[in-house]
């Protein structure tokens, strides 16, 4: 299992600024809470699990099952 961001250069400069904006939480969030503190509470669990393959929400990073 290994992590990127998204090749998409333009998304990830996108979500960068949002996060500079947002003090680290996710752009895609209306709401400033912890678990949305980027690397979000949501991406971290999918992590876990063994099958999960996918972007997190806001598209910045990737987890790959090698």
């Not at 969030?29 to 972007?55: H, N, S, T, W």
Request: with cysteine.
């Amino acid at each position: 299992m290994h992590i990127t961001e998204n090749p998409d250069k333009e998304i990830v400069n996108n979500i960068k600024e949002g996060l500079k904006r947002t003090g680290g939480y996710c752009p895609c969030r209306l709401k400033k809470l912890p678990e949305y503190k980027c690397m979000c509470q949501e991406f971290r669990d999918q992590i876990k699990d063994p099958d999960f393959e996918g972007f997190c929400h806001c598209l910045l990073y990737y987890k790959h099952k090698d």
